[in-house]
C-alpha cells in the first residue's frame, strides 16, 4: 500500500470544511482510506475550551492534589474537573486520570490535548468521532478513519489510534481459516482501523509539522467477515474489572 500525508492544509478553525480542504488537495479514490487526526475534527467543531469553563468541584480538587503530591508539582484542579465532565467514568485517580470516554474509548486525561491549541487552553476530544466520520465520509466518498494518539498498557511510547471510523469496518474476522499447517483459527479478529490509524500516524507525525491527514492507497479489506466491534464491553473486559478493584499505594 501507499501512505502520503496531505500537505498545505491551513489551521483548522471552528465551522471550517475539512473534506473540502482535503478535496482542494489530492484526488482521491473511493478505495483510499482517509485519515484525519482528532485535533483538526475537534477544531472544526468547536471543541477548544478554557479552563475557567470547568470550575473545580470537590472531587477535581481532591483528585489534583493527589497527583500533584505524586509529582511534586501543583496541578490545576481546573483541569481535572475537564476530565471528569468528559467521562463515562475514572478507571484511575491516581497516579493519573484514566478515563473511559462518552463514546468508549479509554484514555488518559480523556484524550483532552493542551498543545497545537493556539486560542484556547485545551482541545476536548470530538464528541462523537464515529459520528464526525460519516460526516466525512459522506462529503469525499471515501472511507474515514478519525485517529488519536494513545499510550500503550505494558510498553512505553504511544501510537495511532482510531476513535471512529466511517466506511468500512473496524476489524476483519479471521476465525475459520486455516494457518500453513491446515489448523483453523479460533480467535483472531484484526483491528484493522487501528492498524491503519498507526500506518497514517507515521506521516503525519506528532508536533509541529502540520500535516493531520493521511491518505492510505492499494489497501484492499480483503474478502473477510466485518466487524465493527473495538471497544470491549463491560462484562468481558478484565482488565477493567482488574483496574477498579486496584488502587494507588504510592511507593
Known amino acids: 500500500m501507499n501512505v502520503f500525508a496531505v500537505e498545505g492544509l491551513p489551521e483548522i478553525e471552528p465551522g471550517d470544511d475539512i473534506a473540502a480542504l482535503v478535496e482542494d488537495r489530492v484526488e482521491l479514490g473511493t478505495d483510499d482510506v482517509v485519515c484525519v487526526a482528532s485535533t483538526i475534527v475537534s477544531k472544526a467543531e468547536g471543541r477548544q475550551a478554557d479552563l475557567a469553563d470547568f470550575p473545580a468541584g470537590d472531587r477535581a480538587r481532591a483528585i489534583a492534589d493527589t497527583i500533584g503530591d505524586i509529582a511534586g508539582e501543583q496541578k490545576d484542579p481546573r483541569f481535572a474537573q475537564a476530565v471528569l465532565e468528559e467521562s463515562e467514568e475514572l478507571l484511575l485517580e491516581a497516579p493519573f486520570m484514566l478515563a473511559v470516554t462518552r463514546f468508549g474509548h479509554i484514555t488518559v486525561n480523556a484524550g483532552i490535548d493542551r ?36 499510550g500503550r498498557p505494558f510498553r512505553y511510547g504511544q501510537r495511532g489510534v482510531a476513535l471512529g471510523w466511517a466506511g468500512m469496518p473496524a476489524a476483519r474476522d479471521w476465525r475459520g481459516r486455516l494457518d500453513r499447517d491446515g489448523r483453523e483459527m479460533g480467535v483472531t479478529v484484526q483491528a484493522v482501523v487501528d492498524e491503519l490509524a498507526a500506518t497514517a500516524n507515521l506521516v503525519t507525525g506528532e508536533g509541529a509539522g502540520g500535516t493531520p491527514v493521511a491518505v492510505i492507497s492499494d489497501w484492499e479489506f480483503g474478502d473477510f467477515d466485518g466487524s465493527d466491534d473495538l471497544f470491549r464491553e463491560h462484562e468481558d473486559d478484565i482488565i477493567r474489572a482488574a483496574l477498579k478493584e486496584w488502587s494507588y499505594a504510592g511507593d
Do not use: G, K, Y
Open 115 to 150: 498543545s497545537n491549541v493556539p486560542d484556547s487552553d485545551l482541545l476536548l476530544l470530538p464528541e462523537d468521532p464515529t459520528a464526525s466520520a460519516q460526516r466525512l465520509h459522506d462529503a469525499l466518498d471515501a472511507p474515514v478513519i478519525v485517529t488519536d494518539t494513545s
